[in-house]
């Protein structure tokens, strides 16, 4: 039996651009509307009426789960690099 249950994967700067297909630079309009769409294609709750198969269904929930953790992971350290890039930009 496959188990999607993995351990969050360390979030770099590269791999949450990847994960969003977002280049730099970006906006936060960009970042937030990649967001949104991809809370929306992983929400675990969106499995429920894929399977009638309960296995399959908990399977196909816990791989929405982490994936929604990871896509809040790579969010947070966009958001927060982009914060750090206008402060430095205001400094100028």
């Known amino acids: 039996m496959a188990s999607f249950k993995q351990p969050l994967k360390p979030v770099t700067l590269e791999t949450a651009l990847q994960l969003f297909g977002l280049t730099d630079p970006f906006t936060r309009e960009q970042l937030d509307e990649r967001r949104r769409a991809l809370l929306a294609i992983w929400n675990p709750h969106r499995f429920a009426n894929l399977s009638n198969n309960p ?5 196909s929930y816990k791989k929405g789960e982490a994936m ?4 809040t992971a790579a969010y947070d350290l966009l ?6 890039a206008k402060s430095r ?3 100028s």
């Open 55 to 59: 296995r399959k269904y908990m399977q």
């Open 68 to 71: 929604t953790k990871e896509v």
């Open 79 to 84: 958001s927060a690099w982009l914060d750090a």
């Open 89 to 91: 930009e205001d400094k």
